[in-house]
């Protein structure tokens, strides 16, 4: 696209052209505007390369400098982590409805499961088994953790109705027991307990039974016998607070959340062995962390990724011939891009704009957009090779060449600016992060990579290698063969293989025969029917649970979850404002009664204040 442009601009500036004729009324006006704005730009490029040519190291330290001042953006740094924000437009009504429950209700409690799944021929309901429930029951209810110099035990952070009560009772088929050991002990026959009290005297409202156990089993006269799973199901409280760099979140029970559910995968193995049980805790931090985790271990990738076009780029900028070759070039230029995303981030992050997971993929759009325009300017490098001092030259280069990079870089800019305008939060400031990202990468091209350009020519002109600059090649031996190439133009013979491949070889095959023009139009064709055909096959559906890698020990907890207990349940509460409620109480009943007969909700799962009071 860039080198496109650069053609583009030579064929309409050209005054030798004999064909050219003038143009008329608006087209004039328009081929007159171009031109001005084509002569002011290579004019601005000339003075500004200008003053990098004759000052390459003060350039490269004011670069150094600024890149140190966007750094300090660090301090202001804010990160969010919630996905409702990330991926909810603003402006939407649920986001106004859920800022208005929490105005007045504030947040839910933290749910926390712990789930117990028996090898094959383990009854979960058996005497042994319920006794090892209770067994990891107490040790939830033992367990402290030092957050933030502060020792956090279960007292510390279960919820309660209010502030003074007693922690909110955790529900499970230990119920029958009140979660009490000695009454468990004392209990002859437990299955019979299940199968002769009353689960609703226990629990008068909330899911029935059959909620907390996996694949119960029934005899003819429909009493339990077995279960190949059961759960237990606690409540944390949810007191979020301002976290410096990370947003809102309650710390103590989110890293209290984790660290149990750490705990209790190192013993899984152990408690399998002497018990037949294997135990899951499932946690909303732990699957925050695990989401979390997922996007961070993409970081490898995204190293050898930025090594990967690193290489590329050396390898595009290289030469047969160590003295002509300029791969030091590719690895300044990723580098130049790397410090246009560090600048970005700081100054986004100066301004208040916060980080997300999606904004980590920056630095790829950048890579393409930097290295492109490190290509365009050396490609009009060789282009100048008539001019013989170096420094007239690289002005030279950089004046023809910094058109074309101008409009990639400025269109790129506007496209960005254009998504920002996007509803979605997570979309809409990536978008502000690679705008800033793009500017500062068009600033540090014509700048910092110039200043490096020039100094490696001056490494040419005194015959050393590319790369390794302190060793010097001959002219005319070994693997520098030939006069000097300061005084030729660039031939041929002088340009890489990347360069015959695209530009002599490629050619010759495609447009050099007929079945070369076929196999093009053919391989075209296909490739639109697969991209229309992929296109028919796009979903719009969005689970937070695809960012858990699949090696990720959260994956075992959502198949316990997913094939015991009928995959992962939402809850969900209905709200009423200002009514009056003397007069209104038939329509909250009839509320509560249609949500509670919906197909969606999990039968005897709804309570109403009403109904209670």
Request: proline residues 4%.
């Amino acid at each position: 696209k860039a080198t496109v442009s650069v053609l583009y601009w030579q064929a309409q500036m050209d005054p030798s052209r004999k064909d050219r004729t003038p143009g008329t009324g608006l087209s004039a006006s328009i081929e007159r505007l171009s031109a001005a704005v084509h002569r002011y730009t290579e004019l601005f490029f000339e003075k500004l390369t200008t003053i990098v040519v004759y000052h390459p190291a003060v350039t490269i330290g004011l670069v150094f400098l600024f890149v140190v001042i966007m750094a300090q953006g660090v301090w202001f740094y804010k990160e969010e982590l919630s996905p409702d924000k990330q991926f909810s437009p603003r402006s939407s009504q649920a986001v106004k409805d859920e800022d208005w429950v929490l105005d007045r209700f504030g947040y839910e409690n933290r749910p926390v499961q712990t789930m117990f799944e028996a090898k094959e021929g383990v009854n979960m309901l058996t005497k042994e088994s319920l006794l090892f429930m209770m067994e990891m029951h107490e040790w939830l209810l033992s367990q402290w953790k030092i957050i933030d110099g502060k020792n956090v035990t279960y007292e510390v952070v279960c919820a309660r109705y209010t502030k003074g009560d007693d922690c909110k009772i955790p529900v499970s088929v230990l119920t029958f027991w009140g979660h009490n050991r000695t009454r468990l002990e004392a209990d002859p026959d437990p299955l019979t307990t299940i199968n002769t009290v009353s689960w609703r005297s226990l629990e008068p409202s909330g899911p029935p039974l059959d909620f907390y156990l996996g694949k119960p089993e029934y005899n003819a006269a429909g009493e339990v016998v077995s279960a190949r799973a059961t759960r237990i199901d606690y409540n944390f409280k949810n007191e979020k607070v301002e976290i410096s760099g990370v947003g809102k979140d309650d710390p103590q029970s989110r890293y209290f959340e984790i660290q149990i559910a750490d705990d209790s995968e190192h013993r899984r193995k152990a408690d399998e062995a002497a018990h037949g049980v294997g135990v899951y805790i499932r946690t909303t931090g732990q699957e925050d962390q695990a989401g979390k985790d997922s996007v961070n271990s993409d970081i490898g990738n995204l190293i050898i990724g930025y090594m990967l076009m690193v290489i590329y780029a050396s390898f595009i900028l290289s030469r047969s011939r160590p003295k002509y070759s300029h791969s030091l070039l590719g690895i300044v230029s990723v580098i130049s891009v790397g410090l246009s995303t560090f600048s970005a981030y700081g100054f986004c992050w100066y301004i208040g704009i916060k980080f997300n997971t999606v904004v980590q993929v920056l630095i790829l759009v950048l890579l393409g957009v930097g290295v492109d325009d490190t290509f365009v300017i050396m490609d009009s490098w060789w282009d100048c090779a008539h001019i013989e001092s170096m420094r007239e030259r690289m002005i030279a280069a950089v004046k023809h060449a910094g058109p074309a990079v101008t409009i990639t870089s400025v269109t790129d800019l506007i496209a960005f600016l254009a998504g920002s305008s996007s509803s979605l939060p997570a979309l809409q400031d990536f978008c502000y992060y690679a705008s800033v990202g793009i500017a500062f990468d068009f600033m540090f091209q014509v700048t910092f990579v110039v200043a490096v350009a020039y100094l490696d020519t001056v490494r040419q002109q005194q015959s050393r290698a590319d790369v390794l600059c302190c060793i010097k090649v001959g002219d005319h031996t070994g693997v520098c063969l030939g006069s000097d190439e300061e005084k030729a133009r660039w031939t041929e013979a002088e340009r890489g293989l990347q360069n015959r491949v695209v530009g002599t070889y490629l050619p010759r095959l495609i447009l050099g025969s007929n079945i070369g023009k076929a196999v093009v139009l053919v391989v075209s064709a296909v490739f639109l029917a697969l991209g229309i055909y992929g296109c028919t096959q796009l979903e719009m559906n969005y689970n937070n649970e695809w960012f858990i890698p699949s090696g990720s020990p959260f994956r075992d907890v959502m198949r316990v979850r997913d094939t015991y207990f009928g995959g992962n349940e939402l809850p969900a509460n209905a709200y009423f404002g200002a009514i009056d409620y003397p007069n209104e109480q038939g329509e909250v009943l009839r509320a509560s009664e249609i949500l509670r007969t919906n197909y969606w909700v999990v039968e005897n799962s709804t309570s109403s204040w009403m109904e209670d009071f």
